[in-house]
């Protein structure tokens, strides 16, 4: 494969058996010869050498949910897992809002349970920036990184990949999950534009984007803005040179306290939930810190485009977020007369051809409107685009017995880009 295409890059990491533990591959020139901000990998030393050396400018993390999901069988093995570990665990690795907090928890954490020398916990530390949120304040996954297997990627290959698939029978399977994942997205890009999702509140930020996201972000977020009336913030602090104030917010839903930081003059909000980071949408505690600062619409920065109904498209929505809903309006206006047009259309063979003559011409002198001039400025608008995220991981691929047949394991087989 390198022999054809120099800029398709691979590692293979085996374990102490020598079998096949994780793989990682990627295509450069398919992706046009630029890296991704951020790639989710398992946790593994061999994968983050490769990924320094072919993405140096990439942001490389962990996936949560791995690292979560090889806590219990660590403690196991050292006959530590109980239910009061977990609980501090969870404490220090969610709960923690900034470095300082986490570093004291960490070290009381592994000193009270006795796991300050095993090996692997050494290497959760070493690597801390790579897989705790509280490190993560710059970076965006938009859901990627999830804590449970049944929000992870993973999750939609459970029903293709069983225990004894092999990695050729994953090749295969792979087409099978691609058509599928454009079959259920071509229903929600249908539903996204027939259907018009229910106000549930007179709040501005549900308003706002009511038409630009899809119905399921737009769901989710609706819960974020009605749980917003369940938080209470009070000022901390407020540096007039930087135009930044610091909140304490008061979730009662959760019974938690977070930190908001808001810069009036960068329309920049951070919250130590890091809701955004991880799901890319802004959180109760952020809209209600935006409410009580008199600032009623979303800054532009925190509406992802990849969560629009304009998703798809080279430009980007970023500060135009109102130029979506007047297209979404103007498409359901055009459905409603293409429906009329079709009936009157129909009633006879005349009507018939004059329609569709209208309709190619129309279609003619809109693909001329709507793309003239986008050989000049498809080079501006790629650089304009947010680069892909990545989901790369193998961590129980098939493995070679001696006979040099696959062996099948419960599969988290190498998968591709997002």
């Known amino acids: 494969m390198q022999e054809e295409n120099p800029k398709f890059y691979y590692a293979v990491d085996l374990n102490e058996q020598h079998q096949l533990r994780n793989l990682f591959w990627v295509d450069a020139k398919a992706m046009g010869d630029r890296g991704p901000r951020v790639m ?59 470095e300082e907090q986490f570093e004291k928890r960490w070290w009381k954490l592994v000193d009270k349970f006795h796991v300050r020398e095993v090996e692997w916990f050494q290497s959760l530390y070493e690597d801390r920036r790579l897989w705790v949120p509280t490190f993560f304040r710059d970076v965006t996954f938009a859901s990627l990184s999830a804590y449970s297997r049944a929000e992870s990627l993973n999750s939609k290959f459970d029903k293709y990949v069983q225990g004894d698939t092999s990695v050729n029978e994953f090749v295969e399977q792979y087409k099978a999950i691609l058509e599928d994942m454009y079959e259920e997205e071509a229903k929600a890009d249908f539903d996204a534009w027939h259907e018009v999702p229910e106000l549930k509140s007179p709040s501005p930020f549900e308003k706002q984007v009511h038409l630009i996201y899809t119905h399921e972000i737009f769901t989710k977020f609706q819960l974020e803005v009605l749980g ?67 600032v009623f619409s ?39 007369r293409a429906i009329i047009l079709g009936e009157e259309g129909s009633l006879s063979q005349e ?16 693909g001329s409107v709507n793309h003239s001039g986008e050989e000049e400025n498809v080079s501006v608008e790629r650089e304009s685009e947010p680069q892909l995220d990545i989901v790369i991981s193998s961590n129980k691929a098939p493995r070679l017995s001696e006979t040099g047949k696959e062996k099948g394991t419960k599969g988290k087989v190498g998968f591709l880009v997002i």
């Open 40 to 98: 989710l990998t398992d946790q593994s030393n061999e994968i983050k050498t490769a990924v320094a050396a072919v993405f140096p400018r990439t942001q490389h993390c962990f996936c949560l949910y791995y690292i979560l999901e090889k806590v219990p069988r660590q403690l196991e093995y050292f006959s530590l897992w109980n239910d009061a570990f977990t609980v501090k665990f969870h404490k220090c690795v969610f709960k923690s809002w900034t």
């Open 298 to 336: 979303i800054p532009s920065k925190y509406v992802l485009q990849r969560w629009t109904n304009a998703a798809r498209s080279r430009k980007p929505v970023s500060g135009k977020l109102d130029e979506v809903q007047e297209r979404v309006r103007r498409f359901n206006d055009l459905c409603r």
């Open 228 to 294: 917003a009336a369940a938080c209470h913030l009070k000022k901390e602090s407020e540096d007039e040179r930087t135009t930044t104030t610091v909140y304490a917010v008061k979730d009662f839903e959760d019974d938690q306290n977070y930190v908001v930081e808001w810069n009036v003059k960068g329309s920049e909000i951070c919250c130590s939930c890091r809701s955004f980071e991880f799901k890319g949408y802004l959180c109760r505690h952020g809209i209600v810190v935006l409410q009580m600062s008199g």
């Open 351 to 366: 009507s018939y051809n004059i329609a569709l003559s209208a309709i190619r011409e129309g279609l003619k002198q809109c």
